[in-house]
């Protein structure tokens, strides 16, 4: 078999992360008219920096049939095997990837615009021909969002759950989220209720059986981020209020169990309170990464660059014996 058509298998098998380039894109700025070549691919990157706007691609698609595939972390090559995020309508696309996804955090992005072309697309065979522009917009959530230093007024029923999410774009604060209710059996006899405060990074609707922040406490009413906690990074969290209440058949005195029929529709007022930390105080946390490969040197990725081209060169000898 010809040596040079070794090569190319070799080449194609690692062409991924070898033979790909990224092309930078700016946030709000739309590229020049981009071609990519029939069954092909062309990689792009964007740095986006607020934890707390979606990043939404746009694909105008002049000619062809262009489909997005889009990942950030150690997967820098996405295509259609791979775990990202991805859309495969027809004509131009619109990828908006929400803020408070669990796999979301600032830094860089890659974006993969794969060609498609067969029989069973209108385009056929065509080479695709598109303009991309990558944005960064306000996010849309389904609970309600509480501002900073802002506060919202609700209503509880007993055993149920509300629900409300904030934002904070840098790690540089305290956060103190705070539950306010009548909770004195003596000022309010026939209505007090100790509803329960939960605060989650991660779980959208967190329940009492969930791992989040918690009251956990008659006395204490409020939870607190701290800057110095490992666990605090910058992003949306999401609240959830419980109607906590003792059930009549084991309620013995109404003034002290906490009764369910006092607890419903019983009144609040949450806040989130943000205090700045003393900026010789803090050191801005980098992106969050999840499953981060580490190298033991400064010049990991070259000698891993330097690996994968002497696995290039053993595999073209092997299949020059084979063959």
Known sequence: MNIVFLLCISFYLFSVGVCYTHINLKLGVQTSTQTVPCNDLMYYQVNVTDPCKDLMINVNVLEGEPNVYVSRGNTKFPN?????????????????ISSWDPEFSIGTFYIGVHAYCGS??????????????????DSIHPSDEIPLNGMIRGNISAENYLYYRFCVSSNCNNVEVKLENCIDPAKCPTNYAWPELLVSRSIVKPTINDHAWKLASIERRSVYLYNADSEFYPGHYFIGVYGWCTPEEFCNNNSSCGPCNYADNHSFNLSVIVTDVQENACVPKGPLQLCEVKYNTTNGSVNNAKGNFIWLLTLTYLLTKLF
């Not at 069973?120 to 960064?136: E, H, M, P």
């Open 80 to 96: 259609e095997r791979s775990l990202a995020w991805s859309s495969y309508n027809w004509g131009s696309e619109n990828l908006t």
């Open 120 to 137: 069973d697309v209108a385009s056929g065979y065509t080479d695709a021909k598109f303009t991309l522009q990558a944005l960064s917009v």
